[in-house]
Protein backbone atom coordinates (compact mmCIF):
# COMPACT_ATOMS: atom_id res chain seq x y z
CA UNK A 1 0.00 0.00 0.00
CA UNK A 2 1.78 3.11 -1.34
CA UNK A 3 -0.86 5.23 -0.55
CA UNK A 4 -0.52 4.94 3.25
CA UNK A 5 3.22 6.70 3.41
CA UNK A 6 1.67 9.55 1.03
CA UNK A 7 -0.96 9.89 3.35
CA UNK A 8 0.73 9.97 6.80
CA UNK A 9 3.65 12.23 4.22
CA UNK A 10 0.78 14.88 4.20
CA UNK A 11 -0.68 14.83 6.96
CA UNK A 12 3.30 15.81 8.19
CA UNK A 13 3.53 18.12 5.55
CA UNK A 14 0.38 19.55 6.69
CA UNK A 15 1.06 19.72 10.49
CA UNK A 16 3.83 21.03 10.07
CA UNK A 17 2.90 24.06 7.36
CA UNK A 18 0.46 24.82 9.96
CA UNK A 19 2.75 25.22 12.50
CA UNK A 20 4.97 27.43 10.78
CA UNK A 21 2.44 29.85 9.82
CA UNK A 22 1.09 29.88 13.44
CA UNK A 23 4.43 30.82 15.07
CA UNK A 24 5.00 34.45 13.48
CA UNK A 25 1.53 35.06 15.33
CA UNK A 26 2.01 33.49 17.98
CA UNK A 27 5.79 35.00 18.24
CA UNK A 28 4.18 38.62 17.94
CA UNK A 29 1.41 38.24 20.99
CA UNK A 30 3.87 39.39 23.27
CA UNK A 31 4.48 42.53 21.45
CA UNK A 32 0.89 43.39 20.88
CA UNK A 33 0.80 42.81 24.29
CA UNK A 34 3.75 45.65 25.16
CA UNK A 35 1.82 47.81 23.15
CA UNK A 36 -1.01 47.54 24.33
CA UNK A 37 0.07 47.83 27.98
CA UNK A 38 1.87 50.91 26.91
CA UNK A 39 -1.02 52.55 25.07
CA UNK A 40 -3.35 51.65 29.03
CA UNK A 41 -0.42 52.92 30.70
CA UNK A 42 -0.93 56.22 28.84
CA UNK A 43 -4.51 56.66 29.62
CA UNK A 44 -3.41 55.87 33.25
CA UNK A 45 -1.01 58.77 33.55
CA UNK A 46 -3.55 61.00 31.65
CA UNK A 47 -6.39 60.26 34.03
CA UNK A 48 -4.19 60.56 36.88
CA UNK A 49 -3.85 64.30 35.54
CA UNK A 50 0.12 63.66 35.09
CA UNK A 51 0.90 65.06 31.43
CA UNK A 52 4.80 64.66 32.24
CA UNK A 53 4.31 61.07 32.76
CA UNK A 54 1.46 60.59 30.00
CA UNK A 55 4.41 61.93 27.57
CA UNK A 56 6.66 59.15 28.33
CA UNK A 57 4.96 57.05 25.76
CA UNK A 58 6.21 59.50 22.83
CA UNK A 59 9.74 58.82 22.03
CA UNK A 60 12.37 61.75 23.35
CA UNK A 61 13.21 63.16 20.03
CA UNK A 62 13.11 66.23 17.95
CA UNK A 63 12.25 63.91 15.08
CA UNK A 64 8.89 62.65 16.35
CA UNK A 65 5.65 63.95 14.29
CA UNK A 66 2.62 64.98 14.84
CA UNK A 67 -0.69 65.09 12.17
CA UNK A 68 -3.57 67.17 13.32
CA UNK A 69 -5.11 70.05 12.41
CA UNK A 70 -1.56 71.12 11.85
CA UNK A 71 1.68 69.07 11.23
CA UNK A 72 4.50 69.68 14.11
CA UNK A 73 7.69 67.51 15.66
CA UNK A 74 9.34 67.39 18.75
CA UNK A 75 9.08 65.72 21.68
CA UNK A 76 9.77 69.02 23.80
CA UNK A 77 6.88 70.64 21.64
CA UNK A 78 4.66 68.15 22.18
CA UNK A 79 4.71 68.44 25.69
CA UNK A 80 4.56 72.16 26.04
CA UNK A 81 0.79 71.96 23.64
CA UNK A 82 -0.24 69.51 26.09
CA UNK A 83 0.19 71.55 28.78
CA UNK A 84 -1.18 74.92 27.22
CA UNK A 85 -4.36 72.73 26.04
CA UNK A 86 -5.25 70.97 29.04
CA UNK A 87 -3.94 72.77 31.72
CA UNK A 88 -5.91 71.57 34.73
CA UNK A 89 -7.71 68.32 35.60
CA UNK A 90 -11.22 69.27 34.70
CA UNK A 91 -9.55 69.98 30.84
CA UNK A 92 -7.80 66.72 30.78
CA UNK A 93 -10.93 64.85 31.58
CA UNK A 94 -10.97 60.98 31.81
CA UNK A 95 -9.06 59.25 28.52
CA UNK A 96 -10.19 55.86 26.97
CA UNK A 97 -9.21 54.32 23.76
CA UNK A 98 -11.02 51.90 22.06
CA UNK A 99 -10.89 49.29 19.08
CA UNK A 100 -7.50 48.88 19.62
CA UNK A 101 -6.05 47.47 16.78
CA UNK A 102 -2.25 46.47 16.71
CA UNK A 103 -0.28 45.53 13.17
CA UNK A 104 3.36 44.73 13.07
CA UNK A 105 5.37 46.55 10.46
CA UNK A 106 8.63 44.12 11.22
CA UNK A 107 10.50 43.24 14.78
CA UNK A 108 11.42 47.28 15.85
CA UNK A 109 7.38 49.10 14.14
CA UNK A 110 4.07 48.39 14.32
CA UNK A 111 0.89 50.66 13.82
CA UNK A 112 -2.20 51.15 16.12
CA UNK A 113 -5.65 52.09 14.78
CA UNK A 114 -8.73 52.92 17.13
CA UNK A 115 -10.61 56.22 18.42
CA UNK A 116 -9.75 57.93 21.73
CA UNK A 117 -13.18 59.35 24.15
CA UNK A 118 -12.55 62.29 26.17
CA UNK A 119 -14.86 62.83 28.96
CA UNK A 120 -14.89 66.17 30.35
CA UNK A 121 -17.46 68.12 31.68
CA UNK A 122 -18.67 71.38 29.80
CA UNK A 123 -16.78 73.93 31.95
CA UNK A 124 -13.57 71.63 31.01
CA UNK A 125 -14.31 71.96 27.58
CA UNK A 126 -16.61 69.07 26.77
CA UNK A 127 -16.53 65.50 25.42
CA UNK A 128 -14.09 64.53 22.35
CA UNK A 129 -13.91 62.19 20.62
CA UNK A 130 -11.55 61.23 17.59
CA UNK A 131 -9.38 58.35 15.08
CA UNK A 132 -5.76 57.99 15.62
CA UNK A 133 -3.16 55.86 13.13
CA UNK A 134 -0.22 55.81 15.96
CA UNK A 135 3.48 54.05 14.61
CA UNK A 136 5.23 53.19 17.27
CA UNK A 137 8.78 51.86 17.76
CA UNK A 138 10.47 49.17 19.92
CA UNK A 139 13.61 51.23 21.93
CA UNK A 140 15.56 50.07 24.44
CA UNK A 141 13.16 51.87 26.69
CA UNK A 142 10.35 49.88 25.54
CA UNK A 143 7.80 51.02 22.79
CA UNK A 144 7.35 54.35 22.27
CA UNK A 145 5.17 56.76 19.77
CA UNK A 146 7.26 58.23 17.19
CA UNK A 147 4.18 59.30 14.49
CA UNK A 148 0.62 60.41 15.62
CA UNK A 149 -2.18 61.04 13.47
CA UNK A 150 -5.30 62.38 15.32
CA UNK A 151 -8.53 63.42 14.09
CA UNK A 152 -11.04 65.35 16.19
CA UNK A 153 -14.14 63.51 15.02
CA UNK A 154 -16.91 61.48 16.26
CA UNK A 155 -16.50 57.76 15.62
CA UNK A 156 -19.13 56.07 13.98
CA UNK A 157 -20.39 53.33 16.23
CA UNK A 158 -22.05 50.45 14.56
Keep these: MRSAPRFAASILAA ?8 APAAAQAPETAA ?3 MMQKSADDWNR ?3 DAFATCYKNSPEIEFIG ?3 SHGYAGMLET ?17 KLDVKALDAH ?4 TGWFHLERSAAGGGNADGYYLLVVE ?3 AGWKIVRDDTT ?3 PVTK
Design 15 to 22: ALLTLALS
Design 35 to 37: ITA
Design 49 to 51: GDI
Design 69 to 71: PTI
Design 82 to 98: YKKHYPTRDAMGTLSFN
Design 109 to 112: FATV
Design 138 to 140: KTA
Design 152 to 154: GHA
